[in-house]
């Protein structure tokens, strides 16, 4: 009686933030993400485990995001973090109470205070003080579906040379299979940013290499190189495709124009329901991925805070927090309401409010599911990409209605949950089609990430891009010295944190725009002086003078990331 199934994917990832602050911008957003997201997840999963659900949530983490969960240094900070919170909450008991404050603002204190020591408990006891080592548990026991995602989180449609879209993911793919003992299936291409092959320029005074139009291959060709077979987009790029063909059971491309096409009955619908191959129409290599696309009325429900279910009034108010602490003590209320009008936080009102919202979405889903599939005949896929952090971070209350939510869709007679790759391997795509370039940011486009107060981050980049190809030409001519090698490697390192498009989204919405122009700096300060550095022991057998190996001793401890890094991967 199945009609379709539920494809849940959540990105995982925040930029590298280890050794580069605290609070308000650095480290705490990683403690944050664990305690209110991470931790609460995989939570859920367990607990539904334990009741024989497998949640089949689609984990897309980053491998910046990874390098930074797993890195030892990390399980003292969590800890550190959550035991401050629970001072930060007796405080705030002891100061509620000297000023006479209501007594359930003195319980919520104190339900902080337990909150976080029960998130520091699950962290060692459920977690194996590991959140990465959790999560390939759980992998590994079949519960969900790990995939990957471009290394630092590069922009690939903006990336000006393809060989640094290719070391993103190489380097994605070998830090994955670090971490996870295997190889992803899929990919998560940052900001869902998709770029089909075409003669490219870009339009900045970088450099006359790249104001040259040249042709470059599609996103879905590189990404097919490397054996990874789908990514996500949003829904605009699935409205917009043009369809080209069929791949016949031997994967291979048969046009619509060809008189074997009749024998395929291809079908092609815009709608998101069906995942697509993708190639670009301008190259026809051959070279495919598919396309799951967002459903974005179902989405919206959940990720808009001002019509979805995160508004609600009894929901704990993301914006307002006590001055001295950061603790938050007041709900949602009315979300068009001053601050000063938020009414106290009760925890007892959310399990049945979590629940009465998780009946509706899956009725939403079941009801989408179904009459997609009785207009079409066909079986349906209904995919809702989210950003992991809005589930516990921004909506405080989401993980205890995804809970509700898998469970629900585990006892649908009309939908069930699955993974991305076992969606793959049951409706197996044969439709290819071509689409547009896009995002899943405003409008669609590329203008949080290239817009008027962030182009000049991609002059220096798209420099810094060319420095390291000259650099690299010279190091892979010139004879083998290790510190000649050690260097070049945190350079391409720099480069690669460099390509965060963090960077451009912290600046274009002004959410930490000093941060982020400060780290950008930091990166390209610390790749120009690698540089020239690299430059004195070329075609030389020298080691590191004493003052150069203090130097990248300083940097390497900074940005320690990514030490399976090799330099034939340039």
Known sequence: MHAGNFVLTLHTHLPYV?????WPHGSDWLCEAVAECYIPLLNAVQDLAHEGIAANITFDISPVNCEQLADPAF????????????????????????????????????????????????????????????????????LIEIITCGATHGYFALIGDDRYIRLQIKAAIENYEKHFGKKPRGIW?????????????????????????????????????FGLEYFFADQHLAQHQAPLGVLDNNDQFISLSSPEIHHHRPYFSRSPMQPIHIQSVSTLSGKTAVMYARHQKVAMQVWSGDSGYPGDPAYLDFHKKHWSSGLRYWRVTDNKADMMYKLLYVPEWIEKKAEMHAFHFVKSVEQTVTSWAATTGKFATLCTPFDTELFGHWWFEGPQFLKAVLRGLHYSPYVNTTTASQQLDLVRPRSVSATIEGSWGRNGNHEVWMGNDTKWTWEIIYRDEIALSALMDKVKSSPKNAALERIVKQAIRELMLLHSSDWQFLISTVSAKDYAEMRFSFHHSDFTLLCEMAEKYIGTKKRLSKADKEFIEDIEKKNNVFQEISLDWV
């Open 18 to 22: 280890l050794n580069h602050g605290v």
């Open 189 to 225: 291409l940052p900001e869902c940013a998709y770029r089909p092959a075409y003669h490219w320029q870009t339009f900045i005074p970088s450099s006359n290499e790249y104001n040259q139009p040249r042709h470059r291959p599609g996103i879905e060709e590189i990404v097919a190189e």
């Open 75 to 142: 399980r003292t900070l969590f800890e550190d973090y959550c035991r401050n919170k629970q001072k930060l909450a007796r405080e705030d008991a002891a100061y509620f109470l000297k000023h006479r404050h209501e007594a359930h603002q003195i319980y919520l204190a104190q339900y902080w205070e337990q909150w976080y020591g029960q998130r520091l408990k699950d962290f060692n006891e459920r977690h194996y003080s590991n959140m990465i080592t959790s999560m390939k548990t759980l992998q590994d026991n079949g």
